[in-house]
Nanobody, 118 residues
């Protein structure tokens, strides 16, 4: 089992920045990748960014150049630095961690609200 605790959401004006954190605990040595997803009201959950244990990184096209995912292995924490935020980035952001294959273990945090509004 893996437990994920997110923090760092909040209200920010358009063009502003936020940094989300996701601290992992439990069977973290088996984690293959960690990532961030988001779900806006009335929309499906979508991938924002993912980083693997070998530091391969992928981003959704909508956030490329604005968001940066990183990890601190000593703290078992993954971060999502979000810059140049837009109103359409408003969503609940979820941290995800999974084993390889995901059928062996796929874990989610409780979610943190990000609201971009003036």
């Amino acid at each position: 089992q893996v437990q994920l605790v997110e923090s760092g959401g909040g209200l920010v004006q358009p063009g502003g920045s936020l940094r989300l954190s996701c601290a992992a605990s439990g069977r973290i040595f088996s984690i293959y990748a960690m990532g961030w997803y988001r779900q806006a009201p009335g929309k499906q959950r979508e991938l924002v960014a993912v980083i693997t244990s070998s530091n391969r990184i992928d981003y959704a096209d909508s956030v490329k150049g604005r968001f940066t995912i990183s990890r601190d292995n000593a703290k078992n924490t993954v971060y999502l630095q979000m810059n140049a935020l837009k109103p359409e980035d408003t969503a609940v952001y979820y941290c995800n961690a999974f084993y390889n294959p995901p059928s062996q273990g796929d874990y989610w945090g409780q979610g943190t609200q990000v609201t971009v509004s003036s």
